[in-house]
């Protein structure tokens, strides 16, 4: 946390600021390229989608949090053996607080709060070791995206030296995720010996040291859970109208994860700079405006809205029986 006030004022309102320029920009677009009311715009697109493809990712909203729920009890077992349900809930209390934190920071605090873990620290780390996986497949993956991308359209008719050095960077990136990655126990046993961490009394065993096959489990289930949230996105596309090739709309659909992962976001602006994020990297080989931005709502409301609003209510009931 920071102790500088300027700094803690230019964050306090970046969000604000960030959703209001892009809610403006939205508009805009919308009505420059439409000319109609936004409210039947999408109201016909929802209409005319075809629902199946709407059922589908519903569905996969089970199996998307059903992975993470998994990953959490396979992260904790070093620690404290948990049911697969147990971390379910603990899955959905924290999406229900990090709604409300920059860039869902506020996750692990809704973990934690929800289960009754006496080492708190020592799952806070557990849970950062598994969004790190989670991070390397949205950034590599999204890295590569964006190669192929540049290969097959940007630069497809131009040969410029632009494209082997951005493929180069990939390599680089890919190769120091995984070394990163897969020498965790180094790190941990670094910062055991730093003031702040024996002011905590951390208390780093051999319980904290992971495995190469459990480190190896959670890059797979991340992996896995990957491709489940960028099947949504495509196959909400395809409700909203969207006709382009389905590899074409797997490949933006990384670029644009890989994009949101390094915007700045808060609750009050998240669905704006979706919104605009989404249209500035579909729009370059997707005329639909509205069938994006239906397909970016609903996955909001599908993959963060409908599990905090679920997880609001086991926090409830965490609360409740704290006061009794």
Same mark, same amino acid.
């Given at each position: 946390m920071t102790n500088n006030p300027f700094l803690k004022i230019v964050l306090k309102y970046l969000g604000i600021v960030l959703g209001v320029l892009s809610l403006l920009y939205l508009v805009f677009k919308l009505n420059s390229y439409h000319q109609q009311n936004i409210g039947i715009i999408f109201l016909d697109t929802f209409r005319q989608g075809s629902a199946i493809y709407l059922y589908t990712a519903f569905f996969l909203f089970? $199996?998307?949090? #059903? !992975?993470?729920?998994?990953?959490?009890?396979?992260?904790?077992?070093?620690?404290?053996?948990?049911?697969?349900?147990? =971390?379910?809930?603990? $899955?959905?209390?924290?999406?229900?607080?990090?709604? %409300?934190?920059?860039?869902?920071? #506020?996750?692990?605090?809704?973990?934690?709060?929800?289960? @009754?873990?006496?080492?708190?620290?020592? =799952?806070? /780390?557990? *849970?950062? +070791? #598994?969004?790190?996986?989670?991070?390397?497949? &949205?950034?590599? /993956? #999204?890295?590569?995206?964006?190669?192929?991308?540049?290969? *097959?359209?940007? %630069?497809?008719?131009?040969? !410029?030296?632009?494209?082997?050095? !951005? &493929?180069?960077? =990939?390599?680089?990136?890919?190769?120091?995720?995984?070394?990163?990655?897969?020498?965790?126990?180094?790190?941990?046993?670094?910062?055991?010996?730093?003031?702040?961490?024996?002011?905590?009394?951390? @208390?780093?065993?051999?319980?904290?040291?992971?495995?190469? /096959?459990?480190?190896?489990?959670?890059?797979?289930? +991340? %992996?896995?859970?990957y491709i489940v949230f960028s099947t949504q996105l495509v196959l909400l596309l395809r409700f909203g109208g969207v006709e382009t090739l389905v590899t074409d709309l797997y490949v933006l659909s990384a670029i644009f994860f890989l994009v949101m992962w390094f915007m700045p976001s808060f609750a009050v602006a998240e669905l704006g700079i979706r919104g605009s994020v989404a249209l500035f990297i579909f729009q370059q080989n997707i005329p639909d405006i509205s069938g994006i931005l239906l397909a970016v709502i609903l996955l909001w409301v599908i993959n963060v809205a409908l599990p905090a609003l679920i997880g609001s209510i086991f926090l409830f009931g965490v609360s409740l029986k704290a006061k009794n």
């Open positions: 089970t $199996v998307n949090y #059903g !992975i993470e729920a998994y990953k959490w009890k396979l992260l904790l077992l070093p620690l404290q053996p948990v049911s697969w349900l147990y =971390a379910l809930k603990a $899955v959905l209390a924290g999406i229900s607080v990090s709604i %409300f934190t920059p860039n869902r920071s #506020g996750e692990v605090v809704g973990k934690l709060y929800f289960m @009754d873990i006496n080492e708190k620290m020592k =799952a806070a /780390l557990l *849970n950062f +070791s #598994g969004s790190m996986a989670q991070m390397i497949c &949205t950034c590599i /993956l #999204g890295l590569w995206g964006t190669v192929y991308y540049l290969q *097959n359209h940007t %630069f497809k008719d131009i040969n !410029i030296p632009t494209l082997p050095v !951005i &493929t180069g960077i =990939a390599v680089i990136c890919t190769i120091l995720a995984f070394l990163i990655y897969f020498n965790q126990q180094k790190f941990f046993n670094t910062i055991r010996h730093k003031q702040w961490a024996r002011s905590l009394k951390i @208390d780093f065993t051999d319980k904290q040291q992971f495995s190469t /096959l459990l480190q190896a489990k959670i890059l797979v289930l +991340s %992996f896995i859970r």
